[in-house]
């Protein structure tokens, strides 16, 4: 969000078109559009992936064609031909950069205006940012720095030609190729993503971020993101995404995947502010992505994220607590305006004793949209002594939106504790009246009372990230009020 | 099509219903049929109940056993009772108080028509053996209790349905007791549909205390008017299999709804509670908790359901279930649900599970109690607030009766 200043924000809201919206005019490299073997041989061979790959590509394609689509959420959609989707594109250069200076000005330029800056980001922040425009990452920065501590963070593509054997033993052994529809379709024609690997008891010294972005007309995004955090390690993830403004439905079906070894720590925090479609409804991105992450022994995932954008959402980052005294955590705010419609939670899979699990999910709807939180706590008979807290609070901006909640309950051991707490209101008049009595105009009122509202996931995002988040939100919500 | 072959398996032993008020009804049920196989858990409203053993169950449909004792089953001395023993409906030989007409149900000229939301509401509709049409009359306060007994021995399998209205401003209380002698496995379908009228007041127990060889499928449909107040306790105190089905539409303004209910399951029971409460306009509201308690292998499923249409505005609606487990194998499957669309609302629920706390369990054994008491001591604490609700002295009185009785124990009133 560097140099975005109040005007530019006024200007914004004025306008109530996507803030994100333009598209890079640089050429992309695209195959024909259309889902076959081929296709999926052509990804392959394009990314000059070996043999296994490709085989487990295929695998996974043969699979996809045997599924139907989930129609249990509760959104309404087109549901998107995958016929009509150009699975590959790239920026035509692909060659590495070995500096800043040697990156397309046009992409730095691309950079700037979603505000992140990479000069600024490395100087103030100490974030290495694994920039991925369209399906290929284009700079690293702070490689070198990590390299020396043994974390490996890279795309996913350079990841399956330089660890082969690390993406080999983890990938899809937290999310199987037959998961569901949208995995199975991720990992048939998946194009790039990020590549995680924290060594035994390293303490990654900063943020690690990734900014995805969907650019050229016409191509959906699958994006796969491994993260393996081995014994005793910790990492902080991050992962932000912006989108073009464009008049068809683009498909994102996303898989990532977190591995946290015995004591290890994960916290992956994203900011998603795809664009939700125009006023009426039209047009907007499909965000069907498949998270979840596997707990060891005294490990620890923490989800955390900030769900603004997408004209349909399904999303359910999910732990599955399989070693004793692990932790999961999901921390949630999710905002829908206009048409929007999101169905998004969690799942916590206590296997292990002592294990416990948080959930705390904000949902705020405005103007005509559905907001849908559908979580699952599931306490599995060997899961001693586990611990499960949920709350999943609504917000109704307007009279014409939806909140819903769809909690599944399910306890298979007397010695489980869980608490489960949802509630749905509007914002209450009496705040309002509280906050304009005291000179604050009702439109900076209701931000700051969404703000506290949310505060208890804000506060899990780290700093930077916690700044836009409160700017997304002050933008999604504008001209809102009932 | 192999689940298609079971759903005609279990329907084919039925006679069509020979009620002509449900006639109307008939096609939409026949289409549901058509269109839905036999529930696996595969289908959403079945997740948590495995019907396998419902679909291999051999029953006698044709068993018309002659029952001398039916009456003992009878919870309230006092009451106006109507007995269903295996679908025979014996209406009350004494006369009925004023304002008050009960009719077997293939006297009704019309009936509300109902929502199908499973195979079994559809057959409901399709092979409804009996029943009764009961109408209080409005201005009518009736003294005393009306209780329908339902007896099911033998191999009995059937579908039974009752409408009741109650008038504008009247008050009732009905008894919905539901029992069995059965050493066989036994089916019973109840549908009861309830019109509340303007201002009235409506109290429903339901106190089923079937053998442990029953599957009892009962399906309350209630439309309640303006300024109305609706209350059912659902008191499941034995079955093998049994699934409650609560629908309640909220059509008039300012109208007030209780759901209430308590479960303590033993054995392999299950028990399925699903409710929903349907706001369909505004300034209403809606209590509603259900408590459990699970021993042995026992499974329950609690799935409540606010929906708050647009129009509701100003409503107030919550919910509550809480379980606790005292055996090692019993489980427990919660699924609280809100689906609101406006939004000057006050909505809520909350779930929890847990089990007795040892620290309290501790506190009560150094101040001399045993541990069986102590642990008693916890439950009818547990369960008091849901044991609060009951209105009808004899029917709490029986519901202790039964608990001590099966748990062995020796709670008071």
Known sequence: MAGYTENELAQDLENQEYKFGFVTDIESDTVPIGLNEDIIRLISEKKEEPEWLLEYRLKAFAIWKEMTEPEWAHVHYTKPDFQAIAYYSAPKQTKKYESWDDVDPEMKETMKKLGISMEEQQRLTGVAVDFVMDSVSVATSFKEKLGELGVIFCSFSDAVQNHPDLVKKYMGSVVPMTDNFYAALNAAVFTDGSFCYIPKGVRCPMELSTYFRINAGGTGQFERTLVVADEGSYVSYLEGCTAPQRDENQLHAAVVELIAMDHAEIKYSTVQNWYPGDKEGKGGVFNFVTKRGMCNAHAKISWTQVETGSAVTWKYPSCILKGDYAIGEFYSVAVTNNYQQADTGTKMIHLGKNTKSTIISKGISAGKSQNSYRGLVQINKSAQNARNFSQCDSLLMTDECGAHTFPYIECKNPTAKIEHEATTSKIGEDQLFYCMQRGISEEKAISLIVNGYCKEVLNQLPMEFAVEAQKLLAISLEGSVG | ?413
């Open chain 2, 1 to 413: 099509m192999e689940n298609s072959n079971k759903l005609n398996q279990f329907t084919s032993r039925f006679a069509t219903t020979e009620i002509d008020a449900l006639l109307p009804m008939a096609d939409m049920a026949r289409t549901f049929l058509a269109e839905n196989d036999f529930p696996t858990t595969r289908v959403e409203r079945f997740k948590y109940t495995r019907l396998t053993k419902l679909a291999n169950a051999q029953f006698d449909t044709n068993n018309a056993l002659a029952v001398a004792d039916f009456r003992k089953h009878q919870i309230c001395s006092d009451a106006i009772a109507i007995y269903i023993v295996n679908g025979i409906v014996h209406l009350p030989e004494s006369t009925l108080p004023a304002g008050l007409t009960i009719d077997m149900l293939s006297s009704a000229n019309s009936l509300p028509t109902s929502s199908i939301k499973d195979v079994f509401a559809g057959m409901n509709v399709l092979y409804a053996q009996s029943g009764v049409c009961v109408h209080v009359a409005k201005n009518t306060v009736l003294d005393s209790v009306i209780e329908i007994v339902h007896v099911c021995t033998g191999a009995y399998a059937g579908f039974t349905r009752h409408h009741v209205s109650v008038g504008e401003h009247a008050q009732a209380k009905v008894v919905l007791t539901y029992a069995s002698d059965a050493t066989n496995d036994c089916f019973s379908h109840v549908h009861t549909s309830i019109e509340v009228g303007k201002q009235a007041h409506v109290n429903v127990e339901k106190v089923q205390l079937e053998s442990s060889e029953m599957f009892s499928f009962t399906d309350e449909e209630i439309w309640q008017d303006a300024d109305s107040v609706f209350q059912i306790n659902t008191l499941t105190l034995n079955g093998s299999l049994v699934r409650n089905d609560l629908h309640i539409q909220v059509q008039g303004e300012h109208a007030e709804t209780h759901l209430n209910g308590m479960y303590m399951l033993n054995g392999q029971q299950h028990v399925a509670n699903y409710s929903t409460v349907d706001h369909q306009v505004a300034n209403c509201e809606s209590h509603e908790l259900y408590k459990g308690i699970m021993d042995d292998k026992s499974t329950s499923v609690f799935n409540g359901k606010v929906f708050v249409r647009k129009d509701a505005q100003k409503t107030n609606a919550y919910q509550s279930n809480a379980n606790v487990l005292i055996s090692e194998d019993s489980s427990v499957n919660s699924k609280p649900e809100l689906e609101i669309y406006a939004d000057d609302v006050k909505c809520s629920h909350g779930s929890t599970t847990g089990q007795l706390d040892d620290d309290a369990i501790f506190y009560l054994r150094a101040r001399g109690l045993s541990e069986k008491s102590a642990k008693q001591l916890m439950l009818t604490a547990f369960m008091s607030d849901v044991l609060d609700k009951i209105t009808i002295p004899e029917v709490k009185a029986k519901v202790f009766k039964t608990i001590n009785k099966r748990f062995n124990w020796e709670l008071e009133l």
